[in-house]
């Protein structure tokens, strides 16, 4: 596949043009002309880059790329031995943010979601699409106990969880959003959840949980951030014919 015709794929797939975002989504910085052979994983750090070399590969997809608003714009350090390996090596980045968060079926949303069961969903915001709402509410089959939902949770992001359990009410209604969206848990409250989901904790997290009367979960940022660019590995494989592998570099954050 023509790099061109890969980031078309990538763009008609995860439609970036939906969200104001953080960084430039799409392709990152340029390599080869065609790919065949993929990498994906969740930040496009060192390690991430030398595993894509040592496949071979053409071109990396992931969910943290380069450019942040903010970040200062020297090439140096850090950022000029990434930049110069993936030149070095004529590989493509490509990255994509909210629009990894929040495709419905391939986001890391929504693979949370599926690890857990949620049924019924909805945008997280009020009034906003499921495909372009940062963040997920739906519902569990049953009620079950913190314990069992607890357990439920951990299996899915394959480590332990921080939990702050709010009194002992059961869990029904669910409303999560992976990453750094300790901010949302308002929004959480508002539509009634019984328990929020996210990656990271702040300080005020906690006290906010407490007085607003709802369980809360930080599961960790990487480990809620796996599950786009593991579908896309496999959608990359699957449906367009490419050979596409995900690569996961442990990160306990």
Same mark, same amino acid.
């Given at each position: ?8 794929? #990538? ?36 390690? #991430? ?12 997809? %992931? ?60 945008? #997280? ?11 997920? %509410? ?97 959608? #990359? ?17």
């Amino acid at each position: 596949m023509l790099r061109s015709e890969f980031e078309l794929l #990538l763009n008609q797939t995860l439609s970036p043009n939906r969200f104001k975002d953080y960084a430039p989504n799409g392709l990152q910085v340029e390599g080869k002309k065609e790919i065949s052979r993929v990498v994906t994983g969740v930040t496009a750090c060192q390690a #991430l880059i030398d595993a894509a070399i040592e496949y071979k590969a053409d071109a990396i997809f %992931v969910h943290h790329g380069y450019f942040w608003k903010n970040e200062t714009p020297q090439i140096v350090g850090m950022k000029y031995r990434r930049i110069s390996a993936l030149i070095k090596h004529d590989i493509n980045l490509y990255g994509y943010h909210l629009p990894l968060d929040a495709h419905p079926v391939l986001g890391n949303n929504a693979g949370l979601a599926d690890a857990i069961g949620l049924l019924n969903r909805a945008g #997280l915001q009020s009034g906003v699409a499921i495909e372009e709402s940062i963040g997920i %509410v739906g519902e569990l089959s049953e009620p079950v106990s913190i314990s069992v939902f607890r357990s439920m949770v951990e299996k899915a992001v394959e480590r332990d969880v921080l939990f702050e359990c709010v009194g002992d009410r059961k869990i029904h209604r669910v409303a999560l959003c992976t990453g750094g969206a300790q901010g949302y848990i308002e929004q959480a409250v508002d539509v009634g959840a019984d328990v929020y989901i996210t990656g990271e904790v702040s300080e005020q997290t906690i006290h906010i949980a407490r007085e607003m009367g709802i369980h809360f979960i930080a599961a960790g940022h990487h480990a809620t951030e796996r599950f786009g660019a593991k579908s896309m590995a496999a959608f #990359l494989s699957e449906e367009c014919g490419l050979d596409a592998v995900f690569i996961d570099i442990d990160n306990p954050a």
